[in-house]
């Protein structure tokens, strides 16, 4: 006489089985001969459980339900054996390394901390003049770059070592734009564009292009002094004057002053207004 075949109906084929989930079961056994027994459905329960499974958990209530601590313990992350990432029990997040491909976010805020990315070449903080903040909340500018300072509301500074905006006058001068290199833009919606120089017998102490005006323009490189100076118009549908050469004054209701003279293949003086502007 033979044995018996096994067939249950979640397709395995063992006589006995072991280790089985809360289910409904059923087995059909076949003898040598082809008969077939006839057994019962099986409905195994289990006690709902009150531990977390890998596999996922529903139902759970985030109040008295979650992965953490109940005391002043920090709550630690590790993978083989070692320590990847660290809950302080002040809330505080640190990690030995941590590498994010990419972070998609409306708004990062840091009340009283700085953010770094990448080796410290984008800094934004309120202490350090980066992304620069009075203490009270009032002036805040940006800064890009190594010692680039934004001191007052919405004043912007790009480059090395200088200035839009400073902590004195914050409050009340606003909007100044630096970008370049030892520049300085302290009038109030002033701009300077360019690079300052050095003083000193081993070039080290910065001498700044700074722009003390208001409402105007200066650019130049390697010099304290600028190339080329636009200043503010009277407002509506007037130009300001624009100035190269650095010209000490600017007499009369003209629009252009130059100083060091003009060397130009071709020039033509026409009256404005008139057709092609003719002679």
Not at 1 to 25: F, P, V
Not at 102 to 110: L, V
Request: aromatic share 8%.
């Amino acid at each position: 006489m033979g044995g018996y075949n096994y067939l249950w109906n979640d397709g395995n084929t063992s006589q006995n089985r072991a280790g089985l989930g809360a289910s409904s079961y059923r087995v059909t056994a076949t003898d040598a001969n082809g008969c077939v027994s006839n057994i019962e459905q099986l409905i195994l329960t289990q006690p709902e459980r009150t531990d977390w499974t890998i596999t996922g958990n529903a139902n759970t209530n985030p109040g008295t339900q979650f992965i953490g601590t109940t005391d002043l313990k920090d709550l630690v992350f590790k993978t083989n054996g070692v320590e990847r990432m660290r809950i302080n029990a002040n809330g505080k997040i640190t990690s030995p390394e941590i590498n994010i491909n990419k972070i998609i976010t409306s708004r990062i805020t840091s009340p009283d901390t700085a953010i770094h990315i990448g080796d410290s070449s984008l800094v934004f903080s309120t202490t350090n003049d980066f992304l620069y903040n009075d203490g009270k909340g009032v002036n805040k500018g940006v800064g890009i770059g190594l010692g680039a300072e934004g001191h007052s509301n919405y004043s912007v500074c790009v480059g090395f070592s200088s200035d839009a905006g400073d902590k004195i006058t914050a409050g009340t001068i606003t909007s100044q734009i630096a970008i370049g290199n030892r520049v300085k833009a302290l009038g109030d919606q002033s701009m300077v564009i360019g690079t300052g120089t050095y003083l000193g017998a081993n070039n080290t102490l910065p001498n700044y292009l700074v722009n003390n005006t208001p409402n105007s323009l200066m650019i130049g490189f390697n010099s304290n002094i600028p190339t080329i100076f636009v200043s503010q118009s009277s407002g509506l549908y007037t130009t300001g004057k624009v100035g190269i050469g650095n010209p000490s004054s600017y007499p009369g209701n003209y629009s252009l002053y130059v100083t060091g003279g003009i060397l130009t293949e071709k020039i033509k003086i026409a009256v404005n207004g008139a057709v092609n502007w003719s002679d």
